[in-house]
């Protein structure tokens, strides 16, 4: 039995005239009378081999029964090719069918089909060139995410999916119960009992794991997070889930600034990780659906990200002479277009924007001395608007309680967090990086659904 050499180190190869088998599926077949030709994939990489098939030396049967879609597996003699675009090919002996693949029902029979339709077929849609590109940059991403924080001592904590938390305060949460829907079972108030619940009280799908990352950088230093999240927010946009993954380092002993630096040295090394080691994905995802894809990684990746304050920002919006939908003025959340515009227009890079209004962020950010803002950083991104917001965390236990009294927040739902300030607290500051508004700048992809490969939004979960 020869081994199944990766098409992706076939393709590599550099010596020839030997035996080898190759598994995949297959693209496209065409030929002649007498000669077949065969464009296999296996995902390793974008490219396909040719095979090379001489049908006198087939049964006529077996070749009928390979068409696109179809799962093969093939011996054969790999050689030089003489094709202007293909260093090497497979001189076919022998195929075995793993699968085949009906051509009139199968949905990617015909090439071109829009990213909406393919949507819909989100258990096939890895097949085609897309979306192994940007499978393949996913897988990429993530290994360059860990390989960052590992590199700079940091330790990778796993903190729960399910929660008796909401560490945004947002209320937009899904429920976790086991309790019977048809007969909930009440309080002598009315109220639902979820003492009878699984876990004995109310419990979420969280939206984040800062808070329990929090718990571990005040024990370990440097901490991060990199899991799924979940907001039941009814936002369809082209930029919202509500199932994403976010990554969330934790530093004690870091203030803002430091902050900031982190955050803008960690996106430039992802940006350059993916220039250096995924350029052939790039490449196509840049020719085929935006022609600025690369121009615009390598100018993140140059470029010194411009840092202002939310106040400062506002007065450029408001002396913009813009006609913006949501209008600005201090006091409110700055919407995609508003931060667009700051980004494209006005400094044509990426900006960190800190210092926002207490009233729009979230309980845990640093007061600042002036009592009306908070010590927030939220990096604007070209093309995607906000890709990752954070803050230096309040790390005064009796200003902490005073603030979640304000928002009338329980001490008892977080009174583990709290101790974090009574026992040892430290300065300390952090951030969350949602893992698909990176890939949507990374791929040059608009729509979220693209980049993530079984998309959960309203009215859809499918697969
Ligand atoms: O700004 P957010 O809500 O911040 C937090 O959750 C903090 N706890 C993070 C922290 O400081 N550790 O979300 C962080 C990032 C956003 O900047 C955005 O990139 C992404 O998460 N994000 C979403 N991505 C996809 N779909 C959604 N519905 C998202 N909501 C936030
Ligand atoms: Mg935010």
Not at 135 to 153: E, P, Q, W
Request: glycine fraction near 6%.
């Amino acid at each position: 039995m020869l081994k199944r050499i990766k098409i992706k180190d076939l393709l590599k190869s550099e010596t020839f005239d030997y035996e080898v088998n190759v598994k995949g599926w297959v693209r496209t077949k065409r030929g002649s009378k007498s000669i077949c030709f065969i464009e296999l994939n296996d995902g390793s990489i974008l490219n396909n081999i040719q095979l090379i098939i001489n049908i006198a030396d087939f049964e006529e049967d077996l070749l009928r029964r390979i068409s696109t879609g179809a799962c093969i597996s093939a011996n054969g003699i790999l050689v030089q090719s003489g094709g202007k675009n293909q260093g090497v090919e497979i001189q076919v002996n022998t195929i075995e069918i793993y699968g085949e693949s009906d051509s009139e029902s199968y949905p990617l029979q015909k090439k071109g089909h829009t990213l909406e339709f393919l949507r819909e077929i989100a258990h096939l849609r890895p097949r085609t060139n897309t979306f192994g590109a940007i499978f393949r940059l996913r897988h990429a991403m993530s290994y360059a995410i860990h390989t960052y924080f590992h590199n700079n001592g940091f330790y990778y904590i796993h903190t729960p999916i399910i929660t008796g938390s909401d560490a945004e305060g947002a209320g937009a949460m899904f429920k976790v119960t086991t309790l019977d829907l048809n007969a909930i079972p009440r309080k002598e108030d009315g109220k639902i009992n979820y003492e009878e619940d699984f876990f004995g009280k109310e419990t979420n799908l969280t939206v984040s794991g800062q808070l329990e990352a929090e718990l571990g950088a005040l024990a370990l230093s440097l901490a991060y997070t990199f899991g799924p999240t979940f907001r039941a927010e009814n936002s369809n946009t082209a930029r919202h889930l509500a199932e994403f993954w976010m990554i969330e380092p934790e530093m004690a002993f870091y203030d803002i600034v430091d902050n900031m630096d982190l955050a803008e040295d960690f996106l430039k090394y992802l940006v350059n990780y993916a220039l250096e080691n995924c350029y052939n994905d790039l490449e196509f995802l840049n020719n085929l659906y935006d022609k600025e894809l690369i121009e615009r990684l390598k100018s993140v990746s140059a470029n010194k990200f411009e840092r202002l304050t939310y106040t400062e920002a506002i007065n450029i919006l408001e002396q913009s002479n813009q006609n913006f939908e949501f209008p600005v003025k201090w006091g409110v959340d700055l919407q995609s277009e508003h931060e667009r515009y700051l980004v494209e227009t006005h400094f044509n890079r990426p900006v960190i924007l800190t210092d926002y209004p207490k009233d729009i962020k979230a309980f845990y950010m640093k007061r600042n001395e002036d009592d009306k803002t908070v010590r927030a950083m939220d990096v604007l991104f070209p093309k995607i608007g906000e890709i990752i917001g954070g803050s230096q965390r309040e790390e005064n236990y009796n200003k902490l309680i005073e603030r979640i009294n304000e928002l009338g927040i329980h001490e008892k739902d977080v009174w583990w967090y709290l101790e974090t300030r009574k026992y040892g607290t430290a300065p300390h500051s952090g951030f969350g990086l949602g893992f698909e508004r990176l890939m949507l700048f990374i791929t040059g992809m608009s729509n979220i659904r693209d980049v993530i490969p079984f998309p959960r939004t309203p009215k859809n979960a499918e697969f």
